[in-house]
Every structure is written in structure tokens, then in C-alpha cells.
């Protein structure tokens, strides 16, 4: 499919407007929040937004080229974790632009309403339709082509347009944790990361700041689920960045609100229509966003399979067109409340775990690995 191929019901809807949006999701509702709130500061926004921009990275991912249409409609944010630096066994086979890895994939939808923000995770493994390269895993897109690859591919796979693309470096999360002060989330699972210098996690709550965070959403060999886990964890990462964000202490304080702009930035690739005012245009819009109208859920899919020595996830068919529906008609509220696509171990796409004992075999013959051959 191409993007000529969308389906007739939607209608583009381009950017213009962007905001950003917690970034690493968290980022970006938290910075349009800040931006809202640092207005009243007078010279002070000029200074943030300025800082912003200065540090900030562009990229050409095949956006800045198309009309102009409809700001005001549902948006969608591809956001890309990319690993530059890496940390043992810790990190992908994928290089890309700069020899960074695609790692984690997340798209933002923002619904025309501006009451919720729905934030869909992908797996890495996911097999996909790469325009030009046939199927692989969702993660080779970038290595292939580049960002433009990276939109056509995720518009290929959900059916819709890809309004503004922000990619972050994982080493932006031992700096954001240590502006906040570090971040407190109830762990699900006690687990241990790293070889020569291990990081523990024990199970129930935990602080993470610094290289300690780092670890904790990088980890995905440590768990039966793998990277259906990491993902998860990530999800509980960003919800505890946005509370840490999202409070009196945080918005009311300029100097730590440019500290966290300030360290952050620099970790950031944007599309290059997505720059300090673009994003501001679109704050306005979201800004009665907290963390609870925030809705995070990873992609349906069927199970793992093999394609020669590498592990993949299939996807789900019948789930696949009721998202693409969903997306198109605005509705992730209705696709959500439908509480029978699941993952390939058979658990809600929206968390938690269904009766299948955690300790089941995983959906292929062996845990995923980070396969040699089709799509690495």
C-alpha cells in the first residue's frame, strides 16, 4: 500500500501544527504543557523554545514536502527510540542513519477532539511490508531507507498518514530522569540486566535516575515476554515521567522546566517541520491533557514464528483492519474497548495478563533473539 492507496474514508490531514508529545512520548504532551505554562514567563518562552531549537536535530523524513492540510484534525506521531551509544548484549543488530538502532517504535494519535492521547508500541520483531524490500522486521526500515522508509512503512502498516516524526536517543533518559530528580514506578517484575556490572530491579516500587533508567527500558532478555515486556516497562517509564512532569513542583518552577528542555533536546531528532513553533501551534489544542487521558497499548498481533534463523511476530490479520478502521474513523476509544486482541502470548494489548500462565512456552519454539538474516 502505498500512501496514494490510503484508504478513501481518510482524508490527509498534514501537519503544520505539531506538538510534541512526551517524548519519548512522555516528552511531548509534558513539553506542550511546559510551553502553556512558560508563556506566562514573558521573555522566558522565547528563551525556551530557542534552546529547543538550537539543540534540537532535524531530519528529512519525507514530510516537509506535503500539503499542508487540515491541522486541526487527528494527528499521528511516529516516535522512534534509537540507541547511538549501545551497552553489551543490550542492543539491536539494526544500525540506521548515524549507526543508530531502530529499537522502539511508537505512534502517538492525538483524536480530533483533543480529550485523550492514545500511544501505540510496536515490537521490534514485527513482520511488516517494507516499501521497495518485501516483508521484514519492522525495525529494518530505518536501516534501509532512512526515515522517509521509516513513515512510508508505519503509513503501509496502520493505514493512515504520519503527520510529524521525532526520534530520541536512549541516552536521553539517564538526563531526563536527573532533571526530574529521578522517577518512582511499581515494577511488575523483579529482574536483573547487564552482565560484567549487573543492575537489579526488585519487584514493587522502584526510583530510577540516570543509567539505572537507561537500563530499565533497554532490558528485554531478562523475561519469557521479551520485547512485549520492554515495551511495557517503557510504558510504565514514560507514565512516571509524566507525573513527575505533570505537577505543581515541576510547572511552576522555570529553572527546572529549562534544566529538563535544556538536557533533553540535545537527544532529540525531529522531522524538519516540527520545530519550537510548530509545536507551540498545536499546544493550545491539547492543553487540558494529564496523564490519565493518556491511553497506552501495544499492537495486536498473532504469534511468533521463524523465517529462516530469526524469530518474528506475525501479525493479526482481522485486528490489523479493525485498527486501520479505527485510525481512520478517529475511534481508538471504540477499537480499545473490544477486549479480545491480544498479543502473540494470548495477553491484552492494553497490559496485565490473560489466564495463560506467564510461564507458558512463548509463542515460537525458543525465546526471541536477535536473529540473524531476514530483517537485522
Given at each position: 500500500m502505498s500512501r496514494?492507496?490510503?484508504?478513501?474514508?481518510?482524508?490527509?490531514?498534514?501537519?503544520?501544527?505539531?506538538?510534541?508529545?512526551?517524548g519519548r512520548v512522555a516528552l511531548f504532551v509534558s513539553l506542550a504543557v511546559v510551553l502553556i505554562v512558560a508563556v506566562a514567563a514573558g521573555g522566558y518562552v522565547y528563551s525556551l523554545m530557542n534552546t529547543f531549537n538550537t539543540k534540537t536535530q532535524t531530519v528529512d523524513a519525507g514530510i516537509a514536502s506535503r500539503p499542508i492540510e487540515e491541522i486541526d484534525g487527528p494527528r499521528n506521531i511516529l516516535l522512534l527510540g534509537t540507541d547511538s551509544r549501545g551497552e553489551g548484549n543490550d542492543v539491536a543488530d539494526v544500525k540506521g542513519e548515524d549507526g543508530q538502532r531502530s529499537d522502539t517504535m511508537m505512534i502517538v494519535h492525538i483524536p480530533e477532539d483533543r480529550e485523550d492521547v492514545y500511544v501505540m508500541s510496536m515490537v521490534r520483531d514485527l513482520w511488516v511490508e517494507i516499501p521497495g524490500h518485501g516483508e521484514r522486521k519492522v525495525n529494518a526500515a530505518l536501516n534501509l531507507g532512512g526515515y522517509p522508509l521509516v513513515v512510508d512503512t508505519m503509513e503501509e502498516?496502520?493505514?493512515?498518514?504520519?503527520?510529524?516524526?521525532v526520534s530520541v536517543d536512549?541516552?536521553?533518559f539517564s538526563s531526563l530522569t536527573e532533571a526530574l530528580g529521578g522517577v518512582t514506578l511499581d515494577n511488575p517484575n523483579e529482574f536483573c540486566t547487564g552482565h560484567a556490572n549487573p543492575t537489579c530491579f526488585e519487584e514493587?516500587?522502584?526510583?530510577?535516575?540516570?543509567?539505572?533508567?537507561?537500563?530499565?527500558?533497554?532490558?528485554?532478555?531478562?523475561?519469557?515476554?521479551?520485547?512485549?515486556?520492554?515495551?511495557?516497562?517503557?510504558?510504565l517509564f514514560i507514565k512516571a515521567v509524566m507525573r513527575g512532569f505533570l505537577n505543581?513542583?515541576?510547572?511552576?518552577?522555570?529553572?527546572?522546566?529549562?534544566?529538563?528542555?535544556?538536557?533533553?533536546?540535545?537527544?532529540?531528532t525531529v522531522d524538519e517541520t516540527l520545530d519550537s513553533s510548530a509545536m507551540a501551534g498545536l499546544v493550545g489544542s491539547i492543553k487540558n491533557i494529564r496523564a490519565n487521558d493518556v491511553h497506552f497499548f501495544t499492537i495486536p498481533t498473532g504469534p511468533g514464528s521463524k523465517i529462516g534463523n530469526a524469530e518474528i511476530i506475525t501479525q493479526d490479520p482481522e485486528a490489523m483492519e479493525a485498527l486501520r478502521l479505527a485510525l481512520t474513523e478517529d475511534d481508538l476509544e471504540g477499537f480499545l474497548a473490544n477486549d479480545s486482541w491480544t498479543n502473540?502470548?494470548?495477553?491484552?494489548?492494553?497490559?496485565?495478563?490473560?489466564?495463560?500462565?506467564?510461564?507458558?512456552?512463548?509463542?515460537s519454539e525458543a525465546p526471541a533473539q536477535d536473529g540473524t538474516g531476514v530483517g537485522e
Open positions: 496514494s492507496d490510503l484508504p478513501v474514508e481518510y482524508t490527509p490531514r498534514h501537519q503544520a501544527v505539531p506538538r510534541r508529545h512526551r502498516l496502520v493505514g493512515v498518514r504520519i503527520d510529524n516524526v536512549f541516552e536521553g514493587g516500587e522502584i526510583h530510577l535516575e540516570g543509567n539505572d533508567a537507561l537500563r530499565f527500558v533497554r532490558e528485554r532478555k531478562a523475561f519469557l515476554e521479551g520485547d512485549f515486556q520492554r515495551v511495557a516497562n517503557q510504558q505543581a513542583e515541576t510547572l511552576s518552577n522555570p529553572v527546572r522546566i529549562y534544566d529538563i528542555v535544556d538536557k533533553f533536546s540535545g537527544y532529540l502473540a502470548y494470548g495477553n491484552p494489548i492494553t497490559g496485565g495478563q490473560s489466564d495463560a500462565d506467564a510461564s507458558e512456552t512463548p509463542p
